[in-house]
C-alpha cells in the first residue's frame, strides 16, 4: 500500500488555556457525507493532556471548519487514576452511544508514569462525554503489572463468545532509561465493551534487540483480514503494520506501511499514533509527526 500525504491538519496555537501544544492520538468519527469530527489529545501549560475534537470538511481534508469550545474530557479528579491527564484511545459507536476508550496518566515516583484505561460515554452524538466511573476499566493486573497504554476497541459477535476486542500496551518491564523498558502490544476481550479479560498474550513481537516500544494500535477488519497500524520505536517513532486472520496471530509487514517522514517538514523526524477510516469510498491515515504530536497531526490518503 502507498499512502498519499495531504498535508498537517492541525497544531495547537498555544492561545487556548487547555490546548497550549500538542494535538496527538487523532481518530475519527465521519458524521455525515461531508464532515468528519476528529478526537484528539492537547496538553495544558503544566502538560497535561485532555481530550478535544475539531472538524473537517472532507471536500478539503485539511480544512478545519470547526474546534470545540472545551475539552470532551478534562484530567480527573486529584488521587483518581487519570489526574495526570487522559489521552484518547479511541471512539466507537454502540447503538445510540459513542464508547471512547482512553489513557489516564498518574505521574510516578521511582517510574515516570503509571497508566490505565478507562471509559467515558457520550449520548449526545459525540458532543460531551461522561466517565462510567472514577476507577479505570482495565487497571493493573497479575498479566499487566506496571502500566497499560492506549487501547483500541472494535466490536464483532462472531467469535468464541467475545463480542469486542481490545489492543493495548503493556509494559513487560522498566529500566533506568527509556530505552531500557519494554512495551508490548497485548489482546483482551469482552462480552460488553465494558468488563474485560485477558491473559497477557503479546501479539506483535520486536524484529530485533533496538525496538523497545510498540503502542497505538489501530485494527481495521476487511472481510477475514484484520489489518493493524501501530507506532513502534527504536531509535525514533515510525508506523507499522501487521495483518492477521483472527486478531491474535500477527504477522509484520512492516514494510508494506506505505508511509515515511519527510525530511525538513513537521513530520521530518518521526511518525506516530496513526489511525485509519473510512469515508466515501476513500481510506484515510490520521498520524502526528515530530514529538508525539508536538508538531500537530496530519492526513493522508490510500493511493
Request: proline fraction near 6%; hydrophobic fraction near 35%; include cysteine.
Given at each position: 500500500m502507498r499512502w498519499r500525504k495531504l498535508g498537517r491538519v492541525f497544531c495547537p496555537a498555544g492561545d487556548v488555556e487547555w490546548m497550549?501544544?500538542?494535538?496527538?492520538?487523532?481518530?475519527a468519527d465521519p458524521?455525515?457525507?461531508r464532515i468528519v469530527r476528529i478526537f484528539f489529545s492537547p496538553?495544558?501549560?503544566?502538560?497535561?493532556?485532555?481530550?478535544?475534537?475539531l472538524e473537517l470538511d472532507m471536500r478539503e481534508p485539511t480544512r478545519v471548519v470547526r474546534v470545540c469550545e472545551d475539552p470532551v474530557l478534562r484530567p480527573g479528579e486529584p488521587g483518581a487514576f487519570d489526574d495526570s491527564g487522559c489521552s484518547v484511545g479511541c471512539v466507537i459507536r454502540n447503538g445510540s452511544e459513542r464508547l471512547l476508550y482512553y489513557l489516564g496518566w498518574n505521574l510516578g515516583v521511582t517510574v515516570p508514569w503509571r497508566n490505565a484505561i478507562g471509559l467515558a460515554v457520550s449520548v449526545d452524538g459525540g458532543e460531551r462525554f461522561v466517565r462510567?466511573?472514577?476507577?479505570?476499566?482495565?487497571d493493573r493486573s497479575a498479566v499487566d503489572p506496571y502500566t497499560l497504554s492506549y487501547p483500541w476497541v472494535i466490536r464483532e459477535g462472531r467469535r468464541e463468545g467475545a463480542a469486542w476486542h481490545m489492543w493495548y500496551g503493556s509494559h513487560l518491564r522498566w529500566g533506568g532509561s527509556l530505552s531500557d523498558m519494554d512495551h508490548r502490544i497485548k489482546h483482551a476481550g469482552s462480552a460488553d465493551g465494558r468488563t474485560w479479560s485477558r491473559d497477557g498474550r503479546v501479539v506483535i513481537e520486536p524484529a530485533g534487540a533496538d525496538e523497545y516500544a510498540f503502542a497505538r494500535p489501530c485494527v481495521v477488519r476487511d472481510g477475514s483480514t484484520y489489518r493493524m497500524w501501530y507506532s513502534f520505536r527504536g531509535t525514533a517513532y515510525r508506523i507499522g503494520y501487521a495483518e492477521s486472520q483472527d486478531g491474535l496471530a500477527w504477522r509484520r509487514l512492516d514494510d508494506q506501511a506505505g508511509i515515511a517522514p519527510s525530511p525538513g517538514e513537521w513530520d521530518g523526524d518521526e511518525l506516530s499514533y496513526p489511525s485509519v477510516f473510512d469515508h466515501n469510498g476513500q481510506r484515510y491515515l490520521l498520524y502526528c509527526g515530530d514529538g508525539y504530536g508536538r508538531s500537530g497531526f496530519g492526513i493522508a490518503v490510500l493511493d
Amino acid at each position: 500500500m502507498r499512502w498519499r500525504k495531504l498535508g498537517r491538519v492541525f497544531c495547537p496555537a498555544g492561545d487556548v488555556e487547555w490546548m497550549r501544544s500538542h494535538a496527538a492520538n487523532p481518530v475519527a468519527d465521519p458524521l455525515d457525507e461531508r464532515i468528519v469530527r476528529i478526537f484528539f489529545s492537547p496538553r495544558d501549560a503544566k502538560n497535561r493532556s485532555s481530550i478535544a475534537w475539531l472538524e473537517l470538511d472532507m471536500r478539503e481534508p485539511t480544512r478545519v471548519v470547526r474546534v470545540c469550545e472545551d475539552p470532551v474530557l478534562r484530567p480527573g479528579e486529584p488521587g483518581a487514576f487519570d489526574d495526570s491527564g487522559c489521552s484518547v484511545g479511541c471512539v466507537i459507536r454502540n447503538g445510540s452511544e459513542r464508547l471512547l476508550y482512553y489513557l489516564g496518566w498518574n505521574l510516578g515516583v521511582t517510574v515516570p508514569w503509571r497508566n490505565a484505561i478507562g471509559l467515558a460515554v457520550s449520548v449526545d452524538g459525540g458532543e460531551r462525554f461522561v466517565r462510567t466511573s472514577l476507577a479505570p476499566i482495565v487497571d493493573r493486573s497479575a498479566v499487566d503489572p506496571y502500566t497499560l497504554s492506549y487501547p483500541w476497541v472494535i466490536r464483532e459477535g462472531r467469535r468464541e463468545g467475545a463480542a469486542w476486542h481490545m489492543w493495548y500496551g503493556s509494559h513487560l518491564r522498566w529500566g533506568g532509561s527509556l530505552s531500557d523498558m519494554d512495551h508490548r502490544i497485548k489482546h483482551a476481550g469482552s462480552a460488553d465493551g465494558r468488563t474485560w479479560s485477558r491473559d497477557g498474550r503479546v501479539v506483535i513481537e520486536p524484529a530485533g534487540a533496538d525496538e523497545y516500544a510498540f503502542a497505538r494500535p489501530c485494527v481495521v477488519r476487511d472481510g477475514s483480514t484484520y489489518r493493524m497500524w501501530y507506532s513502534f520505536r527504536g531509535t525514533a517513532y515510525r508506523i507499522g503494520y501487521a495483518e492477521s486472520q483472527d486478531g491474535l496471530a500477527w504477522r509484520r509487514l512492516d514494510d508494506q506501511a506505505g508511509i515515511a517522514p519527510s525530511p525538513g517538514e513537521w513530520d521530518g523526524d518521526e511518525l506516530s499514533y496513526p489511525s485509519v477510516f473510512d469515508h466515501n469510498g476513500q481510506r484515510y491515515l490520521l498520524y502526528c509527526g515530530d514529538g508525539y504530536g508536538r508538531s500537530g497531526f496530519g492526513i493522508a490518503v490510500l493511493d
